[in-house]
């Protein structure tokens, strides 16, 4: 108890001096925490989000189209060409605009071969996104022709390691 009377009576004055250092020290170290946080990498993986746009015309499909990297897009459940065609602005149904913060992530248009089973019918060598925006200002629409009575499904994978080169058609048409 009596050591604790003495300290008590040692700080009874000095509390401020006390709380200044304390401030003091948390001061001179924001310079070396601010330093650690800009050192430190925040990386987000590869992402690429596709939504279909419904279409009521046969052996179209269009889907809008946003990533923050390359990507590659895979025809399933389709036999024959597929003819892929990139907008890259524009307005969905007349009233929405895409595209005013985006850039061409490949070819414009190209033609693949597919088999039925997963084929490579586009590579995207960038992301969609040439400037920091909205999902939809940075997005492009695909839409893929395809034979009137094929019902494919396609895939939209984030990166291209896994995506094969496509087979490229001989002929432009479907």
């Known amino acids: ?17 006390l709380m200044m250092a304390v ?4 001061l001179v170290s924001l310079p070396a925490a601010a330093q650690i946080l800009s050192k430190v990498s ?8 596709a939504v ?3 279409t009521s ?7 809008l189209v946003a990533s923050n990297s390359a990507f590659g897009v895979e025809a399933r459940d389709v036999v024959g060409n597929v003819t892929v065609a990139v907008k890259v602005s524009g307005t969905m149904n007349g009233v929405t605009r895409f595209g005013d913060a985006a850039q061409l992530p490949g070819f414009k248009s190209s033609c693949s071969q597919t088999t039925g089973f997963a084929s490579s019918i586009y590579i995207a060598d960038r992301q969609t996104a ?5 999902l939809p200002e940075q997005a492009v629409v695909f ?17 291209t390691e896994a995506v094969s080169a496509p087979s490229f058609c001989s002929e432009t048409t479907t």
């Open 1 to 17: 108890m009596k050591t604790y009377t003495k300290l008590r009576t040692m700080l009874k004055g000095k509390k401020r001096y």
């Open 42 to 49: 925040f990386e987000i993986g590869p992402i690429v989000t």
């Open 23 to 26: 401030v003091c020290a948390e």
């Open 57 to 63: 015309e046969p052996g179209l499909s269009r889907f």
């Open 130 to 134: 040439a400037r920091e925006a909205t």
């Open 52 to 54: 279909e746009i419904p």
């Open 143 to 159: 839409e893929f022709r395809y034979a009137a009575d094929a019902r494919p499904t396609f895939d939209f994978i984030a990166g």
